[in-house]
């Protein structure tokens, strides 16, 4: 079945720094979805993008279909921003990464 | 509001008991999972239902069953087969702009 990988693993910034998080998925996929989880476990959705750049407020991410990644961007960093990134691959059923571990300090 | 009701929030089991998590939607999606996630690791697919009377092993099938016998309501129980069942379960539903989840129930074997 489809693999997903997701880097780092671990990220740790000092609030209002910028970072980085990629995806990378082994087959053709319908979408792309990113979640936020925050503390309490809840899953929120920030983006369903199978090709192409979305931007909401700080965050924005671009999905590479061709090559089989999907970076997520992250600018001026909140200590709110804290938590578990997944990427999850959409083939009829959501494959989800490994996530990525955000900190931000202040 | 629309959205995924989960309940409880908390549960706690004994060894040998079975016990059904509920998962009930009212934004009209055909489609309905149920995940599993343990401490530190991403979700793994349980079950999932494209429409009512119809459902689908995931990738961790043992010890669970589940029923579709409404549009709104996939009910997941952990039966005493499953080898480990602490962990947290999350239940989705899938639109055509994505996967909203509800808020999940924790369960603990005693």
């Known amino acids: 079945g489809i693999q997903v990988e997701q880097s780092p693993p671990d990220l740790i910034l000092q609030e209002g720094a910028n970072s980085t998080l990629r995806c990378n998925f082994s087959?053709?996929?319908?979408?792309l979805q990113w979640f936020h989880q925050n503390p309490w476990g809840q899953l929120i959705n920030l983006f369903y993008?199978?090709?192409g750049t979305k931007q909401n407020g700080r965050l924005s991410a671009t999905t590479v279909a061709t090559e089989r990644y999907s970076l997520l961007y992250i600018s001026s960093s909140q200590t709110t921003d804290s938590g578990v990134y997944f990427c999850?691959?959409?083939?009829?059923?959501?494959?989800f990464g490994t996530g990525t571990r955000l900190q931000v300090f202040p | 509001d629309g959205g995924i009701t989960q309940s409880p929030k908390y549960l706690f089991r004994k060894e040998g008991q079975n016990v059904t998590l509920s998962c009930e939607q009212n934004?009209?999606?055909?489609?309905m999972y149920w995940y599993r996630q343990d401490p530190g690791q991403g979700l793994r697919l349980i079950y999932y239902s494209q429409i009512v009377n119809d459902f689908q092993k995931g990738d961790i099938a043992e010890g669970y069953s589940v029923s579709r016998e409404k549009k709104e309501s996939f009910p997941l129980t952990v039966t005493s087969a499953q080898k480990n069942p602490t962990a947290f379960y999350l239940c989705?539903?899938?639109?055509?702009?994505?996967?909203?989840f509800g808020s999940g129930t924790r369960l603990t074997v005693v």
């Open positions: 999850a691959a959409d083939t009829d059923k959501l494959i």
């Open positions: 993008i199978p090709s």
């Open positions: 934004l009209n999606h055909d489609a």
């Open positions: 989705a539903s899938r639109q055509i702009d994505g996967y909203t």
């Open positions: 087959d053709s996929v319908n979408n």
